[in-house]
């Protein structure tokens, strides 16, 4: 600029012309003042900027840069330098006062100041967006082409039409009039070919407007709609400039026009709804038949159908040019991200070009007309998504960790009830951040795949070679039918987004933005009611191709609403879907209204082009929703509000305890009720007509009909999660919308409320109609179990040929106040799960609960007051203060209640065995020095470092509860073992029973408080902190009665084995006897085992006769003790060889009874301890009947195997083959003594 006539560097072929003539220099001057004119922009700027430059700045800098020489500058400020200073080390300080330096720097800042202007003010539309740096740089590369072709044509014309270079010569010497005549000629002939080359224009121009109405009959019939499109809108653009207006010829072809023009229009908007509606753009997925498809979906290939494209299938030129991630859908699996893969976890969702649709999955797709031509009982995998309530493959139903593809999922999670708050400013800036697996959860279209450019005919054309490659029909079996001559097949999409995006260009190309909203919003209602229809027809050829006769044994009614929920998915999905692609098609209608000045200032509010449409269409899908609620709720009058919670408390009672109904029908016949109204609806379903049936009908004719459900309150627990976390993402995807497009989310068309949503409907049925009864029942239920008589005792079967004979585990039911409790909070537990947190309906609920858990704890303190009341085990576990004793505390560190904790949960009740812990001030078992700190959420792990590891630690155990229990085995003193109070058989089994019924219903509790997830219940509910305490106490109670239990079980043998040391066959010389109290207690052992495990169960039963191989033994070396000692029956008759042989026949057959009554499966038998301890026995029993010398040997080698007190004893006991001499003892002591001394 300004330096154009100095700047005449040599760029090759280019290269100015010299000796141009003057003609052609004075069109080339006119054309550049026609240039000039035609901008609108003068700024006066340039003319001060480009004297500056001419004045300030030198001439050579303006040079071609390989021509610069940098040397003379260099030298002249080196060169003053060295003058001005003569120290050349200090020479750089002053460089700024240099005058040459100086000078340099200014010219600088001049050519600086030159650059930014231009930069900031010229080029600022440049830098606004990418496409138009592409626009200019085209026009640039157009315009340098242009240039030269003018340049090689005028050289051209030169070579052919001058003088030869020798002529020349000749002719300047001799004659110079001869160059201005030639000058003169080459004018005319310039100007002559700028008129040819118009002629030829127009002849051009004339020929696209002639060929145009075959040209587009010729790409619709390919239903290539964008091509067509282009042809006509560039034939009607050439068809109205001035040159071409003026041509009265062209009025036939100018209607020709207008009327494909027309059949365009109408093409492209029944296109669009195509999209809109899902009829096409759901993916690339291959056609295969039955046999087909069951091999690939073995072959772990993609069998999702028409929601979920399949994996390796591109989704239009968008994910090339942008740069994307690329086609995942199919995959369900996240992109690795970074070296460890940090999600790696299989998603749920579908996800394409980074873009997610939180409404299908992998398994699951919505209905579309092609489903009419399938045969639906090939894809099994429909009913997979609603196995069950809490199925993770589900689409709405799954619960909250979901981890974290939908924990992130809704920010809007907030309000579950999905209305549009004041905190939703939280949701947006939650709009484009990353989940904890790193991967961005965006639902709208990134915005590189928005500014990548679009090509018309080539983007069509490789879509279409796409299709025809996963063997779809390119073209829509939907036809228009234009005139009787023309039918135009409806073009097909693989994605919906490269298919909005064609077709919104198209209609910019029409000029037709303005009318988007307006056709759209006239077929809304329509197509919504037609996305039904297609979902009714669906649900009803499956439930056809399904169904079966009924067996005639089978009578009752069935509460599976499976299909129900089914059915209901596929409309919530087809309706996010549906709102999803109106979102995607105003984020693209208002990024092409922001790239279009022209249409910037022609609509009204850009930003919040289609929010009416969305709002409109949200609406009308809500009302669908409430048909579909209203119809399977019906709410009940208040008098029938109790049938429509399931279960009544009489109901819940009696079938806890075992009865059952119409006892002479014997289940063949039920009474129906609505038999008759169910076959007349039967009768009027057929496929023909249920496509017309309104929902509540369809509801009644087809799904209560064939399921044999009736209307209840209680099915909106089962919709109210799948409507919640619909609304949730409907509304997230609003506000993601709002972010990307920059809409201002503070207006009152933006913040609308319509009707009551179904959300809000449904949250008002279950807080007035519901949770009421469900509240009532829970309470009654529950009381009344526990008022019944025999609510504690065990539940037993009577019949004749039952028995007890299997060593297998029983499947032993809780008694019938743990059944109450469990069968009536039932519904109000699930409810928890499916109300939102911490709201106005959550709350409530968890008091109810507590209060009926503190209701049913005040009872089973009774009950176990009743049971254990002045019995000396319930004594020993309790201190004065009511606190754990150090007993129980002992008892806990054993291996056997650890396996009972673990045997009726997975790890979470030892929280509960660990409770009583912090009161106690007794100290615990050191643990070894490299064990961890114990962690009792972690599963498999219980208390480490407390626990008895091997037969030492059971003997340290063992010796730790004789403090307290060594009084009770004194069996020399009548007085101590006759205040031992025990249970009676009766008793005992009720105890038992309670044990079991109580860990068993508490754990069944504390699990319906966990959330499922993949990983399993790892996760609590929110606000049931002091539920869960309750619960826990309830754990606690349990655990203690076990101990009670195992403790009266041990004082029911010490109370037999007592007798022993009394027993007349102590002394017998004439035969060898088994003491009476020996096989009382075998038998008694043997009785028990078979009764406890009836009433209670393998596990508490196990936990009730463990330890006993150590105490069995215990209780021999006590009589052996006693005998000893000059007591017992030995007071009146001395000893015999018979006596002796008694006893340790005794320790035979009680070993014998005990592993017998414990050898059932899941036994806490101990085979090492138990052989160490009777060998221990047996081994005590047998120096009775040595000789002096042959005790002393055996003193002398086994030395550690017994105190010496028990040694002491021996030694002065008089026995059969010895008399008693404790200074013998004594004589070895101080010899060993010596011995020791001098060894030291």
Same mark, same amino acid.
């Not at 200073?85 to 340099?104: C, F, H, I, R, W």
């Not at 034939?235 to 365009?264: C, G, N, P, W, Y």
């Not at 549009?420 to 949701?427: A, G, H, L, W």
């Not at 021996?1210 to 200074?1223: A, C, E, H």
């Given at each position: ?22 003609? @052609? ?17 003068? #700024? ?85 967006? +990418? ?26 014309i030169q070579d052919s039409l001058g003088p030869s270079s020798q002529q020349q010569q000749q002719q300047q010497a001799a004659a110079p009039s001869a160059a201005g005549a030639a000058s003169m000629s080459l004018r005319e002939l310039w100007l002559k070919k700028l008129e ?57 072809? $100018? ?7 027309? =059949? ?94 939180? @409404? ?14 399938? #045969? ?15 199925? &993770? ?46 991967? *961005? ?30 063997? $779809? ?81 089978? =009578? ?111 289940? *063949? ?28 009908? @369809? ?6 009909? !064939? ?14 999660? $799948? ?32 009707? &009551? ?7 008002? +049925? ?45 499947? *032993? ?32 609920? +968890? ?59 997975d790890g979470d009740m030892l929280e509960a065995a660990a409770t009583a812990n912090a009161n106690s001030k007794q100290p615990l078992l050191a643990p070894p020095a490299g064990d961890t700190p114990r962690q009792t959420e972690q599963k498999g792990e219980s208390f480490t ?27 020399? !003193? ?9 249970? =009676? ?55 203690k009665m076990a101990k009670f239990c195992r403790l009266d079980m041990l004082f029911q043998n010490v109370v037999r084995l007592a007798k022993v040391c009394k027993s007349s066959t102590l002394v017998a010389r004439d035969a060898v006897r088994i003491p009476s109290s020996v ?37 021999? $070396? ?8 000059? !007591? ?20 035979? +057959? ?91």
């Amino acid at each position: 600029m300004g330096r154009s006539s100095r700047n005449n560097a040599d760029d090759g072929d280019d290269a100015p012309i010299s000796g141009t003539p003057l003609r @052609f220099m004075d069109a080339v001057a006119k054309q550049a003042a026609e240039a000039k004119k035609k901008n609108t922009v003068s #700024d006066v700027d340039l003319k001060q900027l480009e004297k500056r430059l001419n004045e300030e700045v030198d001439e050579d800098f303006f040079e071609d840069p390989r021509h610069f020489n940098t040397l003379p500058r260099v030298i002249d400020v080196l060169g003053v330098q060295l003058i001005d200073d003569a120290t050349v080390q200090e020479s750089s300080k002053n460089l700024p006062q240099n005058p040459a330096y100086k000078t340099m720097k200014q010219q600088h800042k001049v050519v600086e100041d030159a650059i930014e202007h231009m930069a900031v003010i010229h080029c600022a539309d440049l830098n606004a967006s +990418v496409i138009s740096v592409g626009r200019v740089a085209r026009q640039f590369s157009d315009a340098v082409e242009k240039v030269r072709n003018l340049r090689k044509q005028v050289r051209e014309i030169q070579d052919s039409l001058g003088p030869s270079s020798q002529q020349q010569q000749q002719q300047q010497a001799a004659a110079p009039s001869a160059a201005g005549a030639a000058s003169m000629s080459l004018r005319e002939l310039w100007l002559k070919k700028l008129e040819c080359e118009a002629t030829l224009s127009l002849l051009d121009k004339l020929d696209v407007i002639r060929a145009a109405p075959a040209r587009f009959d010729d790409l619709m019939k390919k239903s290539r709609v964008g091509a067509a499109v282009l042809s006509v809108s560039q034939s009607l653009e050439t068809m109205f400039r001035d040159d071409v207006a003026q041509v009265q010829a062209l009025h036939k072809i $100018m209607e020709q026009l207008m009327i494909r023009k027309q =059949t365009a229009e109408e093409i492209v908007w029944d296109a669009l709804m195509d999209v809109v509606f899902l009829r096409t753009g759901n993916g690339l997925t291959r056609k295969q038949s039955k046999k087909k498809k069951n091999k690939t979906m073995g072959d772990g290939e993609s069998t999702s159908g028409v929601g979920a494209p399949s994996s390796g299938q591109s989704i239009g030129s968008e994910s090339r040019r942008s740069g994307g991630t690329g086609s995942l859908v199919g995959t369900g699996k996240l992109p690795k991200k970074g070296p460890a893969g940090g999600s790696s976890r299989s998603s749920k969702f579908v996800i394409a070009n980074g873009v997610m649709n939180p @409404f299908i999955t992998r398994t699951f797709r919505f209905a579309t007309e092609e489903d009419e031509e399938m #045969d639906l009982t090939s894809n099994d995998g429909d009913d997979d998504s609603v196995l069950s309530e809490t199925s &993770e493959a589900s689409l709405f139903s799954i619960e909250g960790d979901v981890t974290a593809e939908v924990s992130a999922s809704s920010a809007a999670a907030a309000s579950d009830d999905g209305s549009v708050t004041s905190s939703r400013s939280k949701e947006v800036s939650a709009a484009t951040t990353s989940n904890s697996k790193g991967q *961005v959860r965006r639902l709208m279209i990134p915005i590189p795949m928005i500014e990548a450019e679009l090509d018309l005919e080539q983007d069509e054309r490789r879509n279409q070679e796409e299709i025809a490659l996963a063997g $779809m029909p390119t073209q829509s079996s939907r036809t228009k039918v234009v005139s009787t001559a023309h039918r135009f097949a409806l073009p097909t999409y693989g994605d919906h987004v490269l298919a909005l995006r064609i077709l919104v260009e198209c209609i910019a190309r029409l000029k037709r933005m303005d009318d988007v909203e307006r056709v759209l919003l006239d077929h809304v209602q329509h197509e919504i009611r037609m996305l039904v229809q297609r979902e009714q027809a669906r649900t009803f050829a499956r439930m056809e191709k399904r169904a079966t006769q009924s067996s005639i044994r089978f =009578t009752g009614r069935t509460d599976h609403l499976k299909d129900f929920r089914r059915h209901l998915t596929g409309l919530l999905s087809a309706f996010g879907c549906v709102l999803q692609r109106l979102s995607h098609l105003g984020q693209i209608m208002r990024f092409r209204i922001g790239s279009d000045r022209e249409l910037m200032q022609k609509m009204e509010s850009p930003n919040s082009v289609m929010r009416s449409l969305i709002s409109s269409a949200h609406e009308l899908m809500q009302q669908e929703i409430k048909a579909f609620l209203e119809a399977c709720l019906k709410v009940p009058d208040e008098s029938h509000a109790m049938s429509g919670v399931g279960m009544t408390t009489t109901s819940a009672v009696t079938n806890s305890a075992g009865t059952t109904g119409a006892l002479f029908s014997l289940g *063949v016949i039920e009474e129906n009720h609505n038999g008759d109204d169910q076959a007349n609806k039967m009768a009027t379903a057929t496929r023909s007509n249920v496509v017309e049936m309104p929902t509540s009908r @369809f509801i009644s004719s087809v799904l209560f009909s !064939k399921t044999k459900n009736t209307p209840q309150v209680r099915h909106a627990l089962t919709f109210r999660r $799948m409507v919640a976390r619909w609304a949730s993402e409907t509304d997230y995807m609003k506000y993601e919308l709002a972010k990307f497009t920059g809409e201002d989310t503070s207006t009152a068309s933006f913040n609308v409320k319509g009707s &009551e949503s179904a959300t809000m409907y449904l949250d008002t +049925v279950i807080q007035k109609d519901l949770l009421p009864a469900m509240q009532e029942a829970a309470v009654n239920g529950t009381v009344l179990g526990l008022e019944r008589r025999d609510g504690f005792d065990p539940v037993l079967d009577r019949a004749v040929y039952n028995g007890t004979q299997s060593n297998e585990p029983q499947d *032993v039911d809780m008694c019938i106040a743990c059944q109450s409790v469990h069968s009536s909070t039932g519904p109000l537990f699930m409810a928890l799960h499916r109300l939102p947190r911490g709201g106005e309906m959550y709350m409530p609920v +968890v008091a109810v609960l507590e209060h009926v858990m503190l209701t049913f704890i005040s009872r089973i303190k009774q009950q176990m007051t009743r049971l254990c009341d002045n019995k000396t085990a319930f004594k020993l576990l309790e201190d004065d203060g009511g606190k754990q004793s150090t007993l129980s505390l002992y008892m806990e560190r054993r291996k056997p209640f650890t396996k009972l904790v673990h045997a009726y949960a997975d790890g979470d009740m030892l929280e509960a065995a660990a409770t009583a812990n912090a009161n106690s001030k007794q100290p615990l078992l050191a643990p070894p020095a490299g064990d961890t700190p114990r962690q009792t959420e972690q599963k498999g792990e219980s208390f480490t470092e407390e626990v008895a590891d091997g037969v030492e630690g059971e003997e340290m155990i063992m010796e730790l509860e004789l403090k307290t229990l060594g009084p009770l085995f004194e069996f020399s !003193k009548d007085r101590k073992v006759n205040e031992i109070k025990v249970c =009676t058989d009766e008793e005992l089994m009720k105890a038992l029973t309670l044990s079991h019924s109580l860990l068993k219903v508490s754990s069944l509790l504390e699990t319906r408080l966990k959330v499922r997830n993949s990983s399993g219940f790892n996760k609590p509910l929110t606000s049931t902190r002091p539920l869960r305490e309750s619960i826990k106490t309830v754990t606690q109670f349990g655990l203690k009665m076990a101990k009670f239990c195992r403790l009266d079980m041990l004082f029911q043998n010490v109370v037999r084995l007592a007798k022993v040391c009394k027993s007349s066959t102590l002394v017998a010389r004439d035969a060898v006897r088994i003491p009476s109290s020996v096989n009382d207690l075998g038998e008694y052992l043997t009785g028990a085992s078979d009764n406890l495990r009836e009433a209670a169960g393998n596990a508490v039963t196990a936990y009730t006769l463990s330890s006993l191989e150590q105490y069995i033994p215990f209780c021999l $070396m006590q009589t052996v003790r006693v005998v000893a000692e000059g !007591k017992g029956i030995i007071h009146k008759a001395p000893l015999t060889m018979n006596g002796i042989e008694a006893l340790d026949r005794s320790g035979s +057959v009680l070993y014998r009874d005990l592993k017998g009554a414990t050898a059932f499966d899941n036994s806490f038998w101990d085979v090492e301890l138990a052989a160490l301890s009777f060998e221990r026995s047996a081994s005590f029993m047998a120096m009775m009947e040595l000789e002096m010398e042959e005790l002393v040997a055996y003193y002398n080698a086994n030395q550690t195997d017994f105190p010496e007190s028990d040694f002491m004893l021996m030694f002065g006991m008089t026995g059969p083959r010895r008399q008693g001499d404790v200074g013998r003892f004594h004589m070895i002591n101080r010899r060993d003594k010596k011995h020791s001394k001098k060894k030291s």
